[in-house]
């Protein structure tokens, strides 16, 4: 990976890329410095308990913390993956937009802008949320009493913290489309590595700080703390391995003759990956896992009570809860790669091209086949996803549990999650694959030479 960089930095419009899209970053990272207007939040944040497993915190880890501190940039993308989810789900749903697709480039724009639309209603529809959520907490200006502002200028400050807000999440997703213009990478996924990264430094301090990481406790922690280096390093070449992935599916193409010229008769394969679905069911698992203790924040639960009950299996720290994820994963596995691959339609386009899986006979026999395929591949790839995403939760209900049986007040909770883990090694691994597809280009020398 450092080789490909080299080497790409090496090369005049590569290098411009480079730099164009670490600009991009640059932005983004001094918009998730700067406050709102009217935002008053102190050095600690919003979030008290910055390991509950609550939609507050998911925010907070997709936005780099953004979110926590009320910045210009707090919603982040996640507006416009949520406009993007939204919008796949309903091309399968409404044959408009699934005929809209299939219209080639044309399609494409009038999908984008039906997803640009989207986004910016969905950036408002949070922003507004947001603001009564610091308003309730008071963590907006207040006046020389120490009170909250009423009337005219509570309706001002509203309106500016909503605008502020919905304009930073425009201002992302114009970034990130100017990445996939003229920068490396996927714009989305790399403003989302970007603010995954900002949070390692947190994540090394908790662990490693002379005065305030674990370490400092003594004991056990000084073999824990390294040990869980050690994890996240073994997690991140598990995922290179998971990625890297793939099953074959063999094809073979029948010779034809068109004009006094034979085409055909080559033998290839149908390439699909283990993880065909990547970080979405875990986004999608977690996300609905986060939402009870997101309303929790909201009511007054009585202590005893069947709803506290209800509440705490959906705490992190509860057994259940990493039952309920892996499953949902599952399900989120399966359903995600419905929406991707059609076996029919890619039996189809076997047929039409004179090709055949040997063994098999042309039409329903060959999409069969590739459904058990893709069945198991789903399953297996799915269960590889779970390991990742489950590893930092097991780990610390494991750990916190032996420790507090020993006498140990505190536990052990690793704040850097399987998804966002996910997240950074993919968005690595693509633009590292897009660097050296774009050098291999300009590197051909053609037949001729």
Same mark, same amino acid.
């Given at each position: 990976?450092?080789?490909?960089?080299?080497?790409?930095?090496?090369?005049?419009?590569?290098?411009?890329? @480079?730099?164009?899209?670490?600009?991009?970053?640059?932005?983004?990272?001094?918009?998730?410095?700067?406050?709102?207007?009217?935002?008053?939040?102190?050095?600690?944040?919003?979030?008290?308990?910055?390991?509950?497993?609550? *939609?507050?915190?998911?925010?907070?880890?997709?936005?780099?913390?953004?979110?926590?501190?009320?910045?210009?940039?707090?919603?982040?993308?996640?507006?416009?993956?949520?406009?993007?989810?939204?919008?796949?789900?309903?091309a399968?749903?409404?044959p $408009?937009?699934?005929?809209?697709?299939?219209?080639?480039?044309?399609?494409?724009?009038?999908i984008?802008?039906?997803?640009? *639309?989207?986004?910016?209603?969905?950036?408002?529809?949070?922003?507004?949320?947001?603001?009564?959520?610091?308003?309730n907490?008071?963590?907006?200006?207040?006046?020389?009493?120490?009170?909250?502002?009423?009337?005219?200028?509570?309706?001002?400050?509203?309106?500016?913290?909503?605008?502020?807000?919905?304009?930073?999440?425009?201002?992302?997703?114009?970034?990130?489309?100017? @990445?996939?213009?003229?920068?490396?990478?996927?714009?989305?996924?790399?403003?989302?590595?970007?603010?995954?990264?900002?949070?390692?430094?947190?994540?090394?301090?908790?662990?490693?700080?002379?005065?305030?990481?674990?370490?400092?406790?003594?004991?056990?922690y000084?073999?824990?703390?390294?040990?869980?280096?050690?994890?996240?390093?073994l997690? @991140?070449?598990?995922?290179?391995?998971?990625?890297?992935?793939?099953?074959?599916?063999?094809?073979?193409? $029948?010779?034809?003759?068109?004009?006094?010229?034979m085409?055909?008769?080559?033998?290839?394969?149908?390439?699909?990956?283990?993880?065909?679905?990547?970080v979405?069911?875990?986004? *999608?698992?977690?996300? @609905?896992?986060?939402?009870?203790?997101?309303?929790?924040?909201?009511?007054?639960?009585?202590?005893?009570?069947?709803?506290?009950?209800?509440?705490?299996?959906?705490?992190?720290?509860?057994?259940?809860?990493?039952?309920?994820?892996?499953?949902?994963?599952?399900?989120?596995?399966?359903?995600?790669?419905?929406?991707?691959?059609?076996?029919?339609?890619?039996?189809?386009?076997?047929?039409?091209?004179?090709?055949?899986?040997?063994?098999?006979?042309?039409?329903?026999?060959?999409?069969?086949?590739?459904?058990?395929?893709?069945?198991?591949?789903?399953?297996?790839?799915?269960?590889?996803?779970?390991?990742?995403?489950?590893?930092?939760?097991?780990?610390?209900q494991?750990?916190?549990?032996?420790?507090?049986?020993?006498?140990?007040?505190?536990?052990?909770?690793i704040?850097?999650?399987?998804?966002?883990?996910?997240?950074?090694?993919?968005?690595?691994?693509?633009?590292?694959?897009?660097?050296?597809?774009?050098?291999?280009?300009?590197?051909?020398?053609?037949?001729?030479?």
């Amino acid at each position: 990976m450092l080789q490909t960089l080299i080497n790409a930095w090496k090369i005049a419009d590569l290098r411009k890329k @480079i730099l164009y899209t670490a600009l991009i970053i640059l932005i983004f990272r001094i918009g998730a410095a700067i406050p709102v207007p009217f935002v008053d939040i102190g050095p600690d944040g919003i979030i008290q308990d910055t390991n509950a497993g609550n *939609f507050m915190n998911y925010l907070s880890m997709m936005t780099g913390n953004a979110f926590n501190y009320g910045t210009i940039f707090a919603m982040s993308i996640t507006p416009y993956i949520n406009s993007s989810i939204i919008m796949q789900l309903l091309a399968v749903a409404i044959p $408009a937009l699934e005929r809209l697709q299939k219209e080639g480039e044309e399609g494409r724009k009038k999908i984008a802008t039906i997803t640009r *639309f989207v986004t910016i209603a969905l950036a408002l529809l949070q922003s507004t949320a947001y603001y009564f959520y610091l308003r309730n907490g008071k963590y907006i200006t207040k006046t020389a009493d120490g009170t909250l502002y009423t009337g005219f200028s509570a309706v001002l400050q509203a309106m500016v913290i909503i605008i502020m807000l919905t304009a930073g999440a425009a201002l992302i997703m114009w970034l990130g489309e100017r @990445i996939n213009e003229n920068g490396i990478g996927n714009g989305i996924s790399m403003i989302l590595f970007a603010g995954i990264v900002s949070r390692i430094p947190t994540l090394m301090t908790q662990l490693y700080s002379p005065k305030h990481g674990y370490i400092a406790s003594g004991g056990p922690y000084y073999f824990l703390s390294p040990f869980v280096g050690v994890l996240l390093l073994l997690m @991140i070449a598990f995922i290179v391995w998971m990625d890297n992935a793939e099953r074959r599916i063999p094809v073979q193409y $029948a010779k034809r003759v068109v004009g006094r010229k034979m085409y055909g008769g080559q033998s290839t394969h149908i390439p699909i990956k283990v993880n065909m679905s990547g970080v979405m069911p875990v986004i *999608f698992a977690s996300s @609905i896992l986060s939402l009870p203790p997101t309303i929790q924040m909201f009511v007054n639960v009585q202590s005893g009570s069947g709803w506290e009950k209800f509440f705490k299996v959906f705490s992190s720290e509860h057994w259940a809860y990493a039952i309920i994820y892996f499953v949902m994963i599952i399900g989120f596995a399966y359903f995600y790669s419905s929406i991707q691959y059609n076996p029919v339609e890619m039996a189809n386009n076997i047929r039409k091209n004179s090709g055949a899986v040997p063994g098999l006979r042309p039409g329903k026999p060959t999409s069969d086949y590739i459904a058990k395929i893709l069945s198991r591949i789903t399953l297996l790839g799915a269960l590889l996803l779970s390991v990742v995403a489950l590893l930092p939760i097991v780990f610390t209900q494991v750990v916190t549990f032996i420790l507090t049986k020993n006498g140990y007040a505190n536990g052990m909770n690793i704040s850097l999650g399987g998804t966002s883990i996910i997240i950074m090694v993919g968005v690595a691994l693509e633009t590292v694959k897009q660097l050296e597809s774009q050098m291999m280009m300009r590197h051909y020398k053609g037949f001729l030479d």
